[in-house]
């Protein structure tokens, strides 16, 4: 006698499919549902680790069929709401990179992270607008924006997308550009992943190779004085410059050297896209004004931008916020080194950082896409690390009165891609340009009328 054994749910999705199927109960599960950001804890009904864009589509259309929410996720950097009870789709395994050097384009499968799109571009002579991390997603970041050193030069990653291909709620693959589906292309570009799973994107490339970039390091007891001189120096910077001033503050372990192990210090960071010489003389600004403790800026290749910001690469429970300031006056400049120093103690913050935004950034028409707040030339980021809820609320309030020292000089804006969890989900409106929240609401309605894609970006459909 034959006894045949019905295949589960998930079994059927699995044979289905090129890439894993991930159940609670298979001992790859725990991994599998981690995120860069350790404070992320999620459980998800079914994790799909997708290979192609057929397994996205069939993945999307399971969801469907078994009524669970989809959440996608490249690195896990980003963080908006924990993919519990859902199917979580993991896009590591789709990390094609092809460079195109006569169009200085490269298409960029939905899983690759910016180094490796950085280490191709530059055997072909040319640099993608990754940010200040390589191992952040290309696809999270360039849909909440992308601000990376060339930023104020060639503009938001998000500006120089050519097309995405993307599968829908309703399982269809997609093309969105200028001239297919340009509603789409107009909303993906800020909204995070709410209307789509982009399953590739095509992205300009620019002919860099050489830059001139590093940090300055001043003793923080001269924090102010260096965000005063740095506001005099960038009033009036070229497109070629892209910088920020932070207070640092190193943690104290055994990985750093001794000259940073748990110190602080006010920095200034940046990189000059022009020619070399002119970058030495910018610097002189400076230099010639009091001489830093440590001072490492000089001629790099751009193959090695990730060195700019040394971010960790390593996950951490990251608590992130940020908000876009109108100005970088005596009083917000008075507040951002007061928090980010520490008031009557340390500060919780890693580091408070403003970079300068402008330029190509700001010259882009506001309803070119749904990204919003092009006119504001300076954004706050704040980080610190969060190991348990408690560090993370004390990271919550403190970051609440930081706002609210600073609330004459903040626009009412924020750049979604420096913030997370709940602040994410309730300020997403104010990440947009004006009516942008409903018109891609309208758009959410048509492509994904049930928010099967709710883990990202908050935006409900409009009822119909
Ligand atoms: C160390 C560090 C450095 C950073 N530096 C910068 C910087 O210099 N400039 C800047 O602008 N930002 C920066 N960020 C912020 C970063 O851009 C965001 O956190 C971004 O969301 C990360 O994207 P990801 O794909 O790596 O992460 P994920 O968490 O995997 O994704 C982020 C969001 O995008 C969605 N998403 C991912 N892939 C897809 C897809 N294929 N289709 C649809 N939706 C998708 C996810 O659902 C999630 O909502 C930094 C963050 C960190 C932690």
């Excluded at 609320?393 to 403190?398: G, I, T």
């Excluded at 913030?419 to 340009?433: F, M, T």
Aim: glycine share 10%; proline share 6%.
């Amino acid at each position: 006698m034959t006894i045949t054994l019905m295949e589960s749910p998930s079994q059927t999705l699995q044979a289905q499919i090129q890439g894993q199927v991930i159940t609670p109960e298979d001992p790859r599960y725990d991994e599998a549902r981690l995120a860069w950001n350790r404070k992320v804890i999620q459980h998800p009904a079914l994790i799909v680790v997708v290979k192609t864009v057929d397994d996205v589509q069939t993945a999307v259309t399971y969801a469907r069929q078994h009524n669970l929410g989809v959440a996608v996720q490249g690195t896990g950097h980003g963080n908006v709401r924990p993919a519990d009870d859902c199917l979580l789709i993991l896009t590591k395994e789709m990390n094609g990179v092809t460079i195109d050097p006569i169009a200085q384009t490269a298409y960029v499968e939905a899983g690759v992270q910016w180094g490796a799109v950085l280490a191709a571009a530059q055997e072909r002579g040319l640099a993608p607008l990754l940010g200040s991390s390589p191992t952040v997603g290309v696809v999270g970041y360039t849909l909440g924006g992308g601000l990376g050193w060339l930023g104020r030069k060639y503009g938001l990653s998000l500006d120089n997308v050519l097309q995405f291909e993307l599968v829908t709620a309703d399982g269809q693959r997609r093309i969105a550009s200028a001239t297919e589906n340009s509603d789409l292309f107009w909303g993906l570009r800020g909204s995070g992943g709410s209307l789509g799973i982009v399953t590739s994107l095509v992205i300009r490339l620019f002919p860099v190779t050489t830059v001139y970039a590093g940090n300055l390091f001043y003793p923080i007891e001269m924090a102010t004085d260096v965000f005063r001189h740095y506001r005099a120096w960038v009033a009036n910077a070229s497109d070629e410059l892209t910088t920020s001033v932070l207070i640092m503050n190193f943690p104290p372990i055994p990985e750093l050297p001794d000259f940073l192990r748990g110190q602080s210090f006010a920095m200034v960071r940046g990189c000059f896209c022009g020619p070399v010489e002119e970058g030495e003389k910018l610097l002189r600004h400076w230099r010639d004004w009091q001489a830093p403790l440590l001072d490492d800026f000089k001629t790099i290749p751009f193959t090695e931008a990730a060195t700019i910001s040394n971010d960790p690469i390593d996950p951490l429970p990251a608590f992130n916020s940020g908000a876009w300031l109108s100005e970088l006056s005596d009083e917000a400049i008075e507040a951002i080194v007061r928090y980010g120093a520490g008031i009557d103690g340390p500060s919780p913050y890693i580091f408070a950082e403003v970079r300068h935004a402008g330029g190509a950034i700001g010259r882009v028409q506001p309803d070119t896409a749904v990204f919003g707040n092009r006119d504001a030339e300076f954004v706050l980021s704040v980080v610190g690390v969060a190991p348990h809820a408690e560090a993370h609320q004390q990271l919550v309030a403190y970051t609440g009165e930081l706002k609210e020292a600073l609330r004459p000089s903040l626009t009412g804006g924020v750049y979604m891609n420096f913030l997370e969890g709940v602040e994410s989900q309730q300020r997403i409106r104010d990440g947009l340009a004006a009516g942008g929240y409903e018109r891609v609401s309208q758009l959410k309605a048509q492509v994904d009328p049930d928010n099967l894609l709710r883990y990202s970006f908050n935006v409900s459909p409009a009822k119909m």
